[in-house]
């Protein structure tokens, strides 16, 4: 069985400052993939990034940066300089391995982020 | 814009009652994945559909059906609808196929289904 775990319920930060949301993940697949989604307070469900369990290189975009450390089971998220726009519930999720047939994702329960101005 | 269309975006009905869901896939992809959200519950995985064929279950009660039409577009039905039924269900669609690897889903904006 697969399990995310989120243990981040809510955090709030001063606009402008760095904040990490953690994920740490539980699979019995050797090979399998990272999600993050993003959740406004409109509620529609934003892609942010896919990582396969290959792949253990940090990614950035713009703000945006991740850190996959396999032999932690982690999949962290940075936000650097964070704006109130930025104010959401994330999830992080886990989704089984090519030719698995289904590609259904686990979530984690979130982190509702508070960016304060 | 995802792409991905769902309708009504809001439902309200009593206990007892038949719903259906609507969703619309982005051009082009051929699964269909429905999910709830709820207070207790979180996110969860309900059914996935794969070009019109039903490809894998999750906590999906037996009150509750879905299919995937010939034109791609599905619908959840939930019927003898419970005060816990209450919830955000939303729908996500890829292009995934065990060739092309596990591609992103992407949701639509969710239908709220409130039970009165």
């Known amino acids: ?117 | 814009d995802s792409g991905v269309t769902q309708t009504p975006k809001h439902l309200i009905t009593a206990t007892g009652q038949r719903v259906t869901l609507r969703c619309s896939p982005r051009s082009g992809d051929l699964s269909v994945y429905w999910y709830q959200q709820s207070l207790d519950q979180g996110l969860q995985f309900l059914i996935q559909y794969y070009n019109g064929e039903e490809r894998a279950k999750g906590n999906i009660l037996e009150r509750f059906s879905a299919q995937q039409f010939p034109d791609l577009h599905s619908e959840l039905n939930l019927s003898s609808l419970e005060l816990g039924d209450s919830a955000l269900y939303f729908c996500a669609s890829s292009n995934g196929t065990g060739l092309l690897g596990n591609q992103p889903q992407h949701f639509g904006d969710g239908t709220r289904l409130s039970i009165l």
């Not at chain 1, 289904?102 to 979530?107: C, D, I, N, V």
Request: hydrophobic share 35%.
């Open chain 1, 1 to 117: 069985a697969q399990k995310v775990t989120q243990a981040q319920t809510e955090i709030s930060v001063v606009e402008k400052e760095d904040v990490t949301l953690d994920c740490v993940y539980e699979t019995r697949d050797t090979t399998y993939y990272l999600f993050w989604y993003k959740q406004p307070p409109s509620g529609e469900l934003v892609f942010l990034i896919r990582r396969n369990s290959f792949d253990e290189q940090n990614e950035i975009s713009g703000r945006y940066s991740w850190n996959f450390q396999k032999s932690t089971s982690s999949f962290n998220f940075t936000i650097t300089a964070s704006q109130v726009v930025d104010s959401a519930v994330y999830f992080c999720a886990l989704s089984p391995a090519i030719g698995a047939g289904s590609y259904q994702l686990t979530f984690g329960k979130g982190t509702k982020l508070s960016v304060i101005p």
